[in-house]
């Protein structure tokens, strides 16, 4: 993950000096990093749960 932005701190506080857009990307990455660890019949079904996954 890259480094975090100033205002960012381990855990879920922030200090409201991150931009909207760049925690979308950090939860973004975060849930890739999740999914890529998962077996490929559960990659399989979360696409078929969340079709907005697909195309990343």
Do not use: F, N, Y
Not at 19 to 42: F, N, Y
């Amino acid at each position: 993950m890259p480094a975090e932005p100033d205002g960012v701190r381990p855990g879920p506080s922030l200090d409201g000096t991150v931009p909207q857009d760049e925690i979308a990307e950090m939860i973004d990455h975060s849930w890739e990093r999740v999914v890529a660890k998962l077996s490929r019949g559960t990659r399989d079904l979360l696409r078929t749960l969340q079709p907005r996954w697909e195309s990343r």
